[in-house]
Nanobody, 118 residues
């Protein structure tokens, strides 16, 4: 499985961006997907998750501003980010959790840079 994130860029505070993460593989619908973000010198921070059944969860810092969604027909997960703040500046990464008979494992995509100017 490979993940390809895109959609990052430079935006002013208060603006919006939509990140996409495209996955290879034929069983995307069974993956739990998540978005994380990382800034230099800080630990990776969980942002949002969506289960294979479509249940969503958000970090308190983005709740009400970000929306995670998925399109299984397109093997993709999205992160709609509204009302962006300078503190949202980070490299955003997508992750798939793939369950197997012997447990599960994570697959990470490369990041996409989001920069929010004040």
């Amino acid at each position: 499985v490979q993940l390809q994130a895109s959609g990052g860029g430079l935006v002013q505070a208060g603006g919006a961006l939509r990140l996409s993460c495209a996955a290879s593989g034929s069983t995307f619908g069974s993956y739990s997907m998540g978005w994380y973000r990382q800034t230099p010198g800080k630990t990776r921070e969980w942002v949002a998750s969506i289960s294979s059944g479509g249940s969503t969860a958000y970090a308190d810092s983005v709740k009400g501003r970000f929306t995670i969604s998925r399109d299984n027909a397109k093997n993709s997960v999205y992160l709609q980010m509204n009302s962006l703040k300078p503190e949202d500046t980070a490299v955003y990464l997508c992750k798939a959790y793939i369950a197997t008979m012997r447990g599960g494992y994570d697959v990470w995509g490369q990041g996409t840079q989001v920069t929010v100017s004040s």
